[in-house]
């Protein structure tokens, strides 16, 4: 059910440019913190984690 | 599992310090990083059709058949771990090296190199273990819903690439100088 909804085109749009937003929001908030540079190794590890795992879906 | 993450570690690691050489070049990396995430981020989250980097490498047979278990683990492991020279579907793969090249600290980076080798060494194990306890069960079936599972990390990886625009693009204008 969610994900037939979240398959649509517009909601497709929607989540993209809110990914923008809140990606742009948080920076801000970090760099003001002087956290940004270990937020950006974090987000490394955990997309190192996504990418390895989505390979499962391509034996 | 070892045979995955050691050599995922090691490679990264190499990496991160020959993309800390790179970083210092100044706004290169950034606005690399920004352009990249924002292309394959918007493709990959609206669905569009689009071809990621990468090498459609594949191990030799030569390099399998015949040879110990603990060889072709080992094997399986170096080539597979890293995830630099087989095939891969997903752009978040790229946007790593140009994420370790922000660092700043040398230390840091190598650290940030090893981590990600290890993550990915580590997942891609689990992944090929699940898959090997998949194998038995009816082909078909597997085929489709592996097709619908590729289909939807695309999507959550698209999201990560264009959150990671949204950060870059404010990373980017502080460092021209912008009060944000």
Known sequence: MLEVWASQRPVRALLAASSLVVGFAMAILLLRQSHFALAVVIFSVGLAVLVGTGKLATP | MAAYVFPAALVWSGLAALFWLVGHIPLLVPLAALAYTLWFGAHEALGLPQRVPGLAWQVPSGW??????????????????????????????????????????????????LAIG???????????????????????????????????????????????????????LSLLGAHL
């Open chain 2, 64 to 113: 399998i058949n015949r040879r110990p278990p603990i060889l072709q683990a080992l094997t399986w492991g170096t080539t597979l771990g890293p995830g630099l020279v087989t095939r891969n579907p997903y752009a978040g793969m790229w946007l790593l090296p140009l994420l370790l090249a922000l660092n700043a600290n040398l230390f840091m980076t190598i650290i940030a190199g």
């Open chain 2, 118 to 172: 290890a993550a990915h060494g580590g997942a891609r194990a689990l992944g090929v273990l699940s898959n090997r306890e998949q194998v038995d069960s009816d082909m078909d079936y597997e085929y489709l819903s592996i097709l619908g599972a590729q289909l939807r990390w695309l999507y959550i990886d698209g999201l990560l690439l264009l959150l990671a625009a949204g950060a870059l693009a404010a990373y980017t």
